[in-house]
């Protein structure tokens, strides 16, 4: 079988997004619109894969973490024809097929380019094309065909006449085309338009003037070709995607208690049984167990999720750990590098960063714990505070088992304390405290009898 190249045309500046950020870098369902097509392209397993770049090339360079692409810049920017004659001379000991597509049209399936490659090869045409149907085409070239249903033809709309305007197929501006006659073609294309561009639809007037065979391949649903040329488009795509994924995961066994207000990422996973409230958005690589309860109003990030974990209202969490049985919240916070193990209990305006808690201790009440290690089955208390920062570096605290820390507790890292060691209500804990041991802080009371009347007379005789 042929080799497969792909070219991704992504040089753009998208200029109705009105934004300093490239098009192909506005983020859909998670990741940059680029990505979504990337990704489609490559579960291909082509063998080359080029992207054409131009405006932000860096940035959009930078987008992508492999070193599987090539990445080639065209300078200047002159139509869609003259994008893929740029990848010309990396495709020059290339004797296979050329998958084009565009990195601003994000929905385009997997699927759907595997079937356009096969029409393509089935037919030994020389290129083949996707086309759509459109209740509303405005705005796309459109495709003429002859009497036999055969194409004979792609006018622009703005050359349209009134009849070929009410044609509803469209070209979708994704092709297949053997390498050799791509190149070939694009030779030929002349720029004696408007725009004084390269167009690429050009290249199919080129191969039915030279007799070679052209394939269309109409797609089952129209949204995978709609590229996004505006914000009101992407946010369009946005909920068309939101609408698919969260779609799939309640097929497979997840409960979305408000579907409309649910916000997951393609790179989400969700195990069964797992039911989650309304207002809830999962970001990044979050990996959630079964049977979990999410109540809402839930922000997650990067987040690994063990099996029947509760996080009650309102909780962010990102780049942590939960493990098995572990409740979290209400109005809870886990920063990033975070563990929480087994059955623990993170209560309300709690917030823990780097901090690793053991098998069932508790933390319920208004405390901040920083750079910390707890043992099992540990209690604090609310208030308690981690001073892990003097101004100029952070310090780490280290807190054993069964340990019982008082409400309005200060520990001055670095500080540790062992094993069963009890620590009294509003201490401050600056030195290691060994295994059992009592810590406290003496402090005298002082109470001054009849001191609020005599207060009240005081200021009352200040009153004007």
């Known amino acids: 079988m042929a080799e497969l190249g792909v070219i991704l045309l992504a040089a753009g500046q998208g200029t109705r997004m009105k934004s300093a950020l490239p098009k192909v870098l506005h983020p859909l369902g998670g990741k940059p619109l680029l990505l979504h097509a990337l990704g489609s392209a490559q579960r291909l397993c082509p063998a080359l894969v080029a992207v054409i770049i131009g405006h932000g090339a860096e940035a959009v360079r930078q987008a992508y973490s492999g070193n599987d692409v090539a990445w080639l810049v065209q300078e200047p920017q002159l139509g869609t024809g003259h994008a893929v004659l740029c990848a010309k001379d990396a495709f020059r000991d290339f004797h296979g097929d050329v998958l084009i597509l565009s990195g601003d049209v994000p929905l385009i399936r997997e699927s759907t380019l595997r079937a356009l490659v096969e029409r393509h090869r089935s037919k030994q045409a020389a290129v083949t094309l996707l086309t759509a149907l459109l209740a509303k085409p405005q705005g796309y070239g459109r495709i003429l065909r002859s009497d036999d249903g055969m194409i004979c033809g792609i006018v622009e ?18 092709y297949v085309a053997s390498t050799r006659f791509l190149f070939a073609a694009l030779s030929c294309v002349k720029n004696d338009n408007q725009q004084q561009e390269y167009y690429l639809p050009d290249v199919v007037a080129v191969g039915l003037a030279q007799g070679k065979a052209i394939e269309t391949l109409c797609v089952e649903d129209a949204r995978e070709m709609m590229g996004v040329n505006t914000r009101e488009e992407l946010a369009f795509m946005e909920k068309s995607l939101r609408e698919a994924i969260n779609r799939k995961w309640m097929l497979a066994g997840v409960t979305l ?38 109540d809402g109003s839930a922000f997650l990030t990067d987040m690994e999720i063990g099996d029947e974990v509760q996080l009650k209202f309102s909780v962010v969490m990102a780049g942590s750990r939960v493990d098995n049985g572990a409740i979290v919240g209400p109005f809870a916070q886990l920063r990033p590098g975070t563990h929480l193990g087994r059955n623990v209990h993170i209560g309300n305006f709690v917030e823990a960063k780097a901090a690793h808690i053991g098998e069932g201790t508790k933390a319920s009440h208004l405390t901040y714990l920083g750079d910390v290690t707890i043992g099992r089955d540990t209690n604090i208390g609310a208030g308690t505070i ?38 009294a209500t509003a201490s401050t804990v600056r030195h290691d405290v060994p295994d059992g041991a009592l810590v406290f802080n003496p402090r005298e009371e002082n109470v001054r009898a009849g001191w609020t009347e005599q207060k009240r007379r005081q200021m009352k005789g200040r009153k004007k």
Request: proline fraction near 3%; aromatic fraction near 6%; charge should be negative.
């Open 257 to 294: 208690k408000d579907p409309d207000t649910t916000y997951i990422d393609e790179s989400v996973t969700i195990g069964k049984d797992t039911v989650i409230g309304p207002n809830t958005q999962l970001r990044g690589k979050t990996v959630i167990g079964e049977r979990c309860q999410i």
């Open 386 to 423: 981690t001073c892990n920062y003097d101004g100029f570096q952070k310090y780490q605290s280290k807190i054993g088992d069964r340990v019982q820390v008082g409400s309005d507790t200060t520990l001055i890292a670095p500080v540790t304390l062992g094993d069963d060691v009890y620590v």
């Open 157 to 174: 709309e703005k050359d349209a006449t009134t009849a070929e305007q009410q044609i509803n197929e469209v070209n979708a501006g994704v």
